[in-house]
């Protein structure tokens, strides 16, 4: 059997209808070189499995049990299952454009290991869209997601401020920011080498791939944004969501009591700013002592 190049590593569950949309999005990559699809079913209850069987009779994927303990280890035994010499790490609601896959992979062709994030936008609509007829959307769903049908996409601060820094337009302050698990690939050995994602964070909610992105970072790691792999995350409610988020978020300053890690909360909120983060750090690195 031929080692495929990418391993495409989906953690989900009970996600089923978002999750078919995904891998009915990856079913039209346009990528020369073989890839493969790892799906985490972590411990799913709803129609997944139903999901993955039809996906696989077309698709290069097989499925392998989460061990139901939070993302962080979700993501890391989709890892330790890949055969791909890439790990994109994709969640089970960002649909993906035909280009995107193949994208990835041209970036990381040459150079030192890296990082790689495809800049994703929001679907505030979302939920009116998987309330629709799934069928209508195929094959195309991202092409559907983008065209104007359920409303515009938007970008979140923390996609903004990435985007900034990339681009020249904010002070790179935290390139490690980069590291958003939602569409973001790496060399699996900067994985491995890196202990992969922290599982401390437990079953809360967030700031997991941000730690491991300041990990590698620190470690000489690249960080670069892909424009030719963009993606539309499927935004849904989460009813404690700011609550778990502040947890992880205390976790994180903890680990990393540094000035951009200490500035995270004037980002990663319901009111979070790109800008303001930006002067927060400054301010924090300007008054730390010699």
Known sequence: MTRPTASVVIPTRDKAD??????????????????????????????????????AARLPLHAVPGPRVGRAAARNAGAAAARGRLLLFLDDDVLLPPPALAAHVAEHTGGPPACVHG????????????????DELLPDPYAVATGGRFGRTVVNALEAVVA??????LDSVAPWLTCIGANTSMPYGLWRRSGGFDETFGTTWGCEDLELGLRLWSSGAGMRLSPGAPGVHLTHERADRWEQHTLNLTRFIDKHPVPAVRALPELLGPSGSSRRYVTTVRTLEESAPP
């Open 18 to 55: 978002s999750l078919r949309l995904v891998l009915a999005c990856l079913a039209r990559q346009v990528c020369p070189e073989p890839y493969e699809i790892v799906v985490v079913d972590d411990g799913c209850t709803d129609g997944t499995a139903d999901v993955v069987a039809s996906a």
């Open 119 to 134: 800049p994703v936008r929001e679907l505030p609509a979302a939920r009116r869209l998987l309330a629709t007829d799934l």
């Open 164 to 169: 900034g820094m990339a681009e020249g337009e």
